[in-house]
């Protein structure tokens, strides 16, 4: 009778020594960025940019240090026309300000799409800087866009950004005007496209792992160059001349192209 009674108080000892079931956990929604900036906003810890955004001429936009942007890409192919892409995009005609150092990064990186995607084609369309905008982006992260940032006839400054898996990191069309430092710019198809009388001061930095060419620089281009490293890409410099004080080319297939195409 002793042992009945323990074997039928034994599974009700263990049922009580085990531990509480967990509460049902229910997550709160990120903020969503999309749409109009109005006025002069700045936003900072982790939210989603749902949908394509855009700051207009005497608005402006701040990114905290350490926010973290999680990039919805588009569900659909049409493009609206004050929009350049059918995928989410940035376009900015203001003030773009991001704020991020090494230790407290701000970060843009894709959200997987609900269909299948090949491995290596953009996810969005990047950060767009138009006719006007004014944009100081320091300590950042980009990555898997179409054009990481597009610089027209806008006045730009990057300090400590590294653009990752973008079709172009940093693409220069006409009347922009750069200044780079410490860039690390990688594993896409060109590096830095430099077009029309497009001007840019670039140093410390790197472009690397490029299916195409590292830097691709326009004859009309104004560039001035300090400690810059093409590495490993397809072709390290596609110019007019050879010769560009500053660039250090390094394990390319093909370290020089003149323009047309022509090898020095």
Partial sequence: MRFLCLAF????LMSCAQPPSPRLYAPTPLPRLSGVIHGQV???GEMVLAD????????????APGSLVWVRPAESTKIFPEYLSSLTEILVRGTLRISGNRQNPVRFLPLQPLDPVADGDPLWAGIELLPGAVASLSGFELRRADVGLLVQQAEVSLSGGRLTGCRYGLLLQEGARLTAERMDVRQGEVGLFCSGDAVLALSDSSFS???????YLDRQCTVRLRQVVS???????????????????IDNRLPRLYLGGGVP
């Fill in 42 to 44: 700045e936003v900072s």
């Fill in 9 to 12: 108080l034994l599974p009700l």
């Fill in 231 to 249: 590495r490993d890409n397809d072709v390290g410099l596609v110019a007019a001349d050879h010769f560009r004080p500053g660039l250090t080319l």
């Fill in 209 to 215: 792992l490029m299916d195409e060419e590292g830097l």
């Fill in 52 to 63: 394509d955004l855009r700051i207009p001429a005497g608005s402006s936009l701040t990114f």
